[in-house]
Nanobody, 124 residues
Framework: QVQLVESGGGSVQAGDSLRVSCTAS????????LAWFRQAPGKEREFVAT????????YYGDSVKGRLTISRDNAKNAAYLQMNNLKAEDTAVYYC?????????????????WGQGTQVTVSS
């Protein structure tokens, strides 16, 4: 079992930066691939980024490349999403997800565990 808790969301202005965090617990976390997804009102949940256990591999969705950066700290069982130059279209609930098989997939079905989400609102 893996438990994921997101934090750090909030309301910001366009162009601002924000970092959301994901704290993980459970035995499978040690080697799991971690990812961030987001879901805007009325839209499908969208892949944002994923990272391997050793942080050597990172993949990003096309809409966030160059502005959002995923990282993780295995000593703290945590993952982060640094978001710079935020835009109104980044407004969404951001979810942390874990895949014990560490496939680094962009597909929702590959992730077995999910957090409850944290709201990010960007005003233009």
């Amino acid at each position: 079992q893996v438990q994921l808790v997101e934090s750090g969301g909030g309301s910001v202005q366009a162009g601002d930066s924000l970092r959301v965090s994901c704290t993980a617990s459970g035995r499978a976390v040690a080697t799991a691939g971690l990812a961030w997804f987001r879901q805007a009102p009325g839209k499908e949940r969208e892949f944002v980024a994923t990272i391997s256990w050793g942080s050597s591999l990172k993949y990003y969705g096309d809409s966030v490349k160059g502005r959002l950066t995923i990282s993780r700290d295995n000593a703290k069982n945590a993952a982060y999403l640094q978001m710079n130059n935020l835009k109104a279209e980044d407004t969404a609930v951001y979810y942390c997800a874990a895949d014990p098989k560490a496939r680094l997939s962009t597909a929702r079905y590959a992730y077995e565990y999910w957090g409850q989400g944290t709201q990010v609102t960007v005003s233009s």
